[in-house]
């Protein structure tokens, strides 16, 4: 039995919460999170290390990748699912915060005022005055020329 860890293995780990996206975009920017970190964590993110059939599962990671017109939503659920296959092996680098029963995380949403504060850490403040957007086209669904 491996002594137990001094104080100084405690502050040397390196670890990181993920917040860009429910997961990373890829293998390679997993593999490169886990060369750099001893943990990453993927707050409201519940992936299921088991009770799910494998066979189908590559079934519908099939049947969505064959579908036309892939946005970014498909691959993300796409990306979800490859990732699933590999949750049970990845459990002692990720951590995936979510809860089963809440997937959604209606219960369980971050207050706003935290989501701002992590925003404007990385972002800066939002500057004065009015906040100008871009519309670059139709609302994602709907046909082209439509207004909202």
């Known amino acids: 039995m ?5 104080g100084i293995d405690e502050t ?3 670890e990181a919460v993920y917040l860009s996206a429910p997961i990373p975009r890829n293998l390679a920017v997993l593999t490169a999170m886990g060369a750099i970190f001893d943990k990453v964590y993927f707050p409201g993110v519940y992936l299921p290390k088991e009770g799910f059939d494998r066979g189908e599962l590559d079934k519908e990671i099939a049947r969505l990748k064959a579908l036309p017109n892939a946005d970014y939503d498909r691959q993300l659920l796409i990306g979800i ?3 699933t296959k590999h949750a049970k092996t990845l459990a002692g680098l ?3 915060t979510g809860d ?3 997937v959604f995380c209606t219960k369980s949403a971050p207050p706003q005022q935290l989501v701002q504060a992590i925003h404007d850490v990385i972002h ?3 500057e004065r005055g009015p ?3 871009l519309n670059r086209g139709p609302p994602r669904g709907c046909p082209a020329g439509t207004r909202l």
Do not use: A, V
């Open 12 to 14: 040397l780990k390196l």
């Open 100 to 102: 089963p029963d809440d």
């Open 94 to 96: 990720c951590e995936f």
């Open 131 to 133: 906040l100008l957007c």
């Open 124 to 126: 800066g403040p939002p």
């Open 2 to 6: 491996p002594p137990p860890p001094s």
């Open 81 to 83: 699912l490859s990732l």
